[in-house]
């Protein structure tokens, strides 16, 4: 379900499209790569993402992150801890925006479906439009809607009662660093192959096909009307 709104008044949470399992509602945007191995380790049948997701946070908490492998945005809310957590994929091929105030948050794979909310007003954000104007795209956390942030790739989003956290979970250079893991160069090399595959997935939008829909001249033209 790409574009469909998860939202939470800090009181209620709802989410398209999602699956509730015990105390956790999950909603997966995307694919896992991974699949056979998080099975084996999880001692899973099934082949829904928002299963192996749900039970990968049940076992591991909120670092299971660190064993997924794919593209995806990935929303977990937590009932029993009344917390709420977003992922994006180490590649950002799966886009995640976000909007939040003091009462209210929401996030969607698709700009247009946060502004079909009342809660969000159509205005154009003038300090992202340099970077718009100059690069294509903007370089920054930031988006060209004032009010509407998207959380950057390889990063995770904490909400709870007490705090607003934004996490980044892997880099590049880390990724690198293989020999200190304990990694083999064979294991590190099929680890690199997977993130690559995101880019060449038939399933996935090229670039051209998210910056028309995300941030490039189509979406400016849809503001306006």
Not at 138 to 155: D, F, M, N, R, W
Not at 168 to 188: L, N, V
């Amino acid at each position: 379900m790409v574009g469909g709104v998860s939202a939470y008044d800090y009181h209620n949470f709802k989410s398209d499209d999602s699956l509730i399992k015990e105390f956790l509602i999950v909603r997966v945007e995307g694919r896992l790569f991974n699949i056979e191995t998080l099975q084996n380790e999880l001692d899973l049948i099934s082949n829904s993402n928002e299963e192996i997701v749900a039970a990968a946070y049940t076992k591991w908490g909120k670092h299971f992150i660190d064993q997924i492998e794919g593209t995806f945005f990935i929303v977990i809310f937590d009932q029993e801890k009344r917390e709420l957590l977003l992922y994006r994929d180490k590649m950002g091929v799966v886009p995640c925006y976000y909007f939040k105030t003091d009462h209210f948050f929401a996030c969607s794979t698709s700009i247009q479906s946060l502004l079909q909310l009342d809660e969000v007003d159509r205005v154009l954000n003038v300090s992202a439009l340099g970077s718009y104007i100059s690069y294509g795209h903007v370089h920054s956390s930031e988006t060209l809607i004032k009010g509407v942030s998207q959380l950057l790739p390889a990063h995770y989003l904490i909400l709870n009662d007490e705090e607003f956290t934004i996490v980044p979970y892997w880099s590049i250079t880390s990724h690198y660093d293989y020999i200190s893991e304990g990694r083999t160069r064979e294991q590190h090399t099929f680890h690199l192959d997977q993130l690559l595959e995101g880019f060449n997935s038939e399933n996935s939008p090229t670039l051209l096909e998210q910056s028309e829909t995300t941030g490039g001249n189509s979406f400016m033209k849809w503001i306006a009307e």
